[in-house]
């Protein structure tokens, strides 16, 4: 008779730890029970019951006693990572959302399982550092001398879901322990997947007036993996003046735009003005001058001022750990329009990967179909984290990105798994 392996469910999102879990439980001929779940976002929740309709989800688990969880033999946790993610303010610990590991740690203490696997964002490793050469900072010491001090042996390593067969660019944290034996997490087998593996045809293309002054100036071919915003440049990088977005733009005036946008990154200007270096500094006609001169300067800046490629503004000082304009300095020309400006932030090579997904990105990214763009369907971002084909996910797409963006990878989750159980394995003689 097979074994059951008992686990829990902690900040359960859309339960890809958990199917992960599941797989390698099924991989290595155990049958899995889920005996507890917790998750607090209503949107989470719905999909959850989709796919578990005869489990209960409890809520905050702040407010549930260690003592009422039924006995299990491990802990899966993606613990809350805004506040170790490059994307937040990388408070740690000092972030109500960073002591919810604590919360982990309190149920490990008291129920005493065998193993736990947990999942949390790149930034965790080097969160905190004492100084820069470091490779781990304080934060992660600090979870990792709490994991052993409960007595787990412990093992971690950050892994990237290109590398297990998910067409998509996304490193995090693994921590994955026992109470018997550190589990191996080397040379895992490397699988790989591109873009057009997991994309759906024939779908709805996105009918506006933005994607349709794209395709006037691009081709299809010409868009595969092209970004879309004014603050940086490169070849896959097509900016607002490239489409005429904001009004007609002669060659010389992209000439110059093109060269603000290499010359507002330099040093030299922040020490000309007496200020700490930003990226991104304004510049003076003066300033301009030195790079660019024309006769016609001050009427093409002027001409793009007013239609919003450019803007005038003062330099900005570092006051109070904030930048602000400092109205004594003079004032310059800056570029207006950054990242998410657009209704497209990237189109999607099919040939290629997609970047970390986040969030608040994913109704931005799109994708070629046909002869025109359109954002991902929900299937493919499923399938962009590898959740099988049966997994239930109805639910509107903005709330579904917002999960998406939130939600584990896994085959990876999988891959790290079989590693635990390996170690369980040898504890006891299962069929």
Not at 99 to 124: M, S
Not at 333 to 339: D, F, H, R, S, T
Not at 377 to 389: A, D, Q, V
Request: hydrophobic share 35%; aromatic share 10%; with cysteine.
């Amino acid at each position: 008779m097979k074994k059951t392996i008992r686990f829990i469910d902690l900040f359960a999102g859309i339960g890809g730890i958990r199917k992960g879990f599941e797989i390698a439980c099924e991989k290595n001929n155990f049958n899995s029970k889920c005996v507890f779940t917790s998750e607090i976002k209503p949107h989470a929740i719905a999909v959850l019951n989709q796919n578990h309709p005869n489990e209960t989800v409890n809520g905050d688990i702040t407010e549930i006693n260690a003592s009422d969880i039924p006995d299990f033999d491990f802990l899966l946790a993606g613990f809350p990572c805004q506040a170790f993610s490059s994307a937040g303010k990388r408070l740690g610990f000092s972030d109500s959302r960073g002591i919810l590991f604590f919360e982990v740690a309190r149920i490990l203490e008291e129920k005493k399982p065998f193993g736990f696997v947990l999942e949390n964002v790149e930034g965790l490793v080097t969160h905190d550092r004492a100084n820069s050469k470091d490779k781990i900072g304080r934060t992660l010491s600090t979870i990792l001398e709490i994991l052993l001090n409960l007595g787990y042996k412990i093992n971690w390593r950050v892994l990237n879901a290109k590398d297990f067969g998910v067409p998509q660019e996304r490193k995090r944290i693994y921590i994955i322990g026992t109470k018997t034996d550190i589990p191996n997490m080397d040379c895992f087998e490397k699988k790989t997947a591109v873009l057009k593996d997991v994309l759906q045809s024939g779908l709805l293309n996105v009918k506006s007036d933005f994607v349709d002054l794209v395709l006037s100036h691009y081709s299809i071919e010409n868009l595969y993996g092209k970004s879309i915003k004014d603050k940086r440049g490169g070849d896959n990088n097509i900016h607002s003046w490239d489409i005429e977005y904001r009004g007609a733009v002669s060659e010389e005036q992209k000439k110059l735009l093109n060269l603000m946008l290499k010359e507002r990154r330099k040093k030299k200007w922040a020490e000309e003005y007496g200020i700490d270096w930003m990226d991104g500094m304004p510049l003076t006609i003066n300033q301009i001058k030195t790079f660019y001169d024309s006769e016609n300067l001050e009427d093409m800046l002027k001409d793009l001022v007013d239609k919003s490629y450019l803007k005038e503004e003062y330099p900005k000082r570092k006051v109070n750990n904030k930048r602000v304009q400092d109205p004594t300095l003079p004032k310059g020309y800056n570029i207006v329009a950054g990242k998410m400006s657009f209704e497209i932030n990237k189109i999607l090579d099919p040939n290629g990967l997609a970047p970390t997904l986040v969030a608040m990105d994913m109704g931005h990214i799109f994708v070629v179909d046909g002869n025109g763009l359109r954002t991902l369907s929900l299937r493919e971002g499923l399938r962009l984290f590898g959740y099988p084909e049966d997994y239930k996910f109805d639910i509107e797409k903005n709330l579904g990105y917002d999960l998406l963006g939130n939600t584990v990878v896994v085959p990876v989750i999988a891959e790290v798994s079989h590693r635990l159980l390996q170690v369980y394995k040898k504890e006891g003689d299962f069929v």
